[in-house]
């Protein structure tokens, strides 16, 4: 029987002994006891049932139609039954190898999650890392536009309230008034064509038509679309495979090697308008008019990721290829739930585990609809959890009212709290210590913000003891049996310090597993 009856068979019968059986009696009826054969007549079928009508033999077989279908079918029992053969090994194997080791990377949109899963890949598949740089080029580029996207709308709001009546801005700040010179406002229409780089950038995401995700909570079908604008940034499904769309086929070599992986002569590569644009892109950036603007509308661009404007010389000169540290950076907004596999090794023991690590999209409608997505990770062995720690002067985008300290900690609580996730190891980063240290260092006050704050000092170690401690509490309140508190403070765009405490928690993962799995004592 061919395959594709075979699966129709399989599904139709929701049973595989049910549909082996179905189909072994197919072949041993047409075989010795056939349903119809000449001068016989026609057994009747009951039409309402599709396997009954789909065995049954043609009307008005000859003998020689007979001969020829046996045959047929005895070479699909043959295929049929070495399926099942191979199925049963692969079972076997599945069997006697190690469970593999699966991690749940959770936390709010930008608090660092994609960085910690490059971090791995970076560690542990650099040849497969390597030969994704030139997407993250391009999305390096997407960054770098977007940046001055904001930048140049920030100027016409500027450019429109200083000419406003000043009864029109009475609500506005000084600051926020300030009106851009003729050297800003020159620069500003050199640069508009900019813009058509976004476009044109989206558009190649957009153009990668593959919505075949599987269905279900976990991984929500792609969009005919699948990169779409949330809010004001670009998304891509997690689940569509748009890396591809920007690189060469290194189909036919051993290595790879990224200047032959790019395709420098692309006319829609927006690397040459980028280099020609470099000059007045540099001035732009560098004039202290802009950042009075951009502080004057509550803008800080480089607290956000993709942030690239300090090395505007590297990213747009004349066939430029990220370094890791550029693509640690990258920002690409994801939606949806991707699985990422690969091997990793135990420097102690020599044994090698795959690992399967997935990347929860941090949209808050997606980290927030815990019944959809937690009973496809109740048998994590550990999720990382990630709190940007520096956001506590800021709000959701989404939810402009909510303060995103008090978000990562109300969705702390959530899977602190949640009995499907009692036995799920959890780890903390307290995330972007980097950006906290500078915030403290300006002189914005935490206490400000977080009331519970109160009289403690304004500095980098006691921020970071106080917030340890409170999601320290949330875990021994919430949780619904005893756990360790795992927490590390992180900068997960630090190659070396976060491939330090990657490192140290694979190895803490591999030997709890390997003791679940009775393998150690």
Excluded at 241 to 265: E, H, I, L, Y
Excluded at 284 to 293: D, F, R
Aim: hydrophobic content about 40%.
């Amino acid at each position: 029987m061919p395959r594709v009856l075979k699966s129709f068979i399989m599904e139709a019968s929701g049973n595989r002994a049910t549909a082996h059986y179905l189909i072994t009696r197919r072949a041993d009826l047409s075989l010795s006891s056939p349903l119809h054969a000449p001068g016989l007549p026609m057994r009747s079928l009951d039409e309402s049932d599709p396997i009954a009508v789909a065995m049954a033999p043609p009307e008005n077989e000859s003998p020689e139609e007979r001969e020829l279908r046996v045959q047929k079918e005895r070479a699909a029992k043959q295929v049929s039954d070495e399926i099942d053969e191979q199925l049963s090994r692969e079972q076997q194997r599945v069997k006697r190898q190690p469970k593999p080791v699966k991690i749940l990377l959770l936390g709010q949109s930008e608090s660092g999650k994609s960085t910690t899963l490059k971090n791995f890949q970076l560690m542990h598949e650099p040849k497969a890392f390597r030969a994704e740089r030139p997407s993250w080029r391009a999305i390096i580029q997407l960054n770098v536009v977007r940046s001055f996207r904001i930048i140049l709308d920030a100027l016409a709001r500027a450019s429109s309230a200083a000419d406003r009546p000043s009864s029109a801005h009475r609500s506005h700040s000084s600051s926020n008034a300030i009106r851009p010179d003729g050297e800003l406002l020159a620069l500003r229409t050199r640069l508009l064509p900019l813009l058509q780089i976004e476009d044109t950038l989206e558009r190649r995401l957009s153009s990668t038509d593959d919505s075949r995700s599987a269905d279900g909570p976990a991984n929500p079908r792609s969009p005919t679309n699948p990169a779409r604008r949330a809010g004001k940034e670009v998304a891509i499904n997690s689940a569509v495979a748009w890396k591809k769309v920007f690189m060469r086929d290194p189909a036919g070599r051993d290595s790879v090697d990224t200047q032959n992986v790019v395709d420098w002569d692309d006319p829609d590569d927006p690397g040459a308008m980028l280099h020609a644009c470099s000059g007045d892109m540099q001035r732009l950036w560098a004039h202290p008019t802009v950042s009075a603007i951009l502080a004057g509308q509550g803008i800080r661009l480089q607290e956000s990721s993709g942030f690239f404007l300090d090395s505007l010389e590297a990213v747009t000169a004349p066939q430029y290829v990220p370094t890791d540290d550029h693509i640690l950076r990258a920002r690409l907004k994801t939606l949806g739930v991707s699985e990422h596999r690969m091997r990793l090794s135990d420097p102690h023991g020599g044994i090698t585990r795959e690992f399967h690590i997935f990347d929860v999209g941090g949209q808050r409608s997606m980290v927030r609809s815990r019944p959809k997505w937690v009973p496809y990770f109740d048998d994590v062995d550990s999720i990382i959890f990630l709190a940007p720690i520096s956001a506590f002067d800021q709000a959701l985008a989404e939810e402009p009212t909510v303060n995103r300290l008090a978000d990562s900690l109300d969705l702390w609580t959530a899977v602190v709290s949640n009995k499907l996730l009692a036995k799920t190891n959890l780890i903390l980063f307290l995330n972007k210590v980097d950006i906290l240290q500078s915030k403290l260092a300006s002189g914005i006050r935490m206490s400000d913000f977080l009331p519970t704050y109160g009289l403690r000092p304004n500095d980098f170690d006691s921020a970071s003891r106080y917030l340890r401690k409170q999601f320290n509490a949330v875990l021994k309140q919430s949780s619904p049996t005893p756990r360790v508190f795992y927490c590390h403070l992180t900068n997960v765009i630090d190659t070396k310090s976060t491939t330090y405490v990657l490192a140290n928690i694979k190895d803490v993962l591999m030997r709890f597993n390997l003791k679940e799995s009775y393998l150690i004592l």
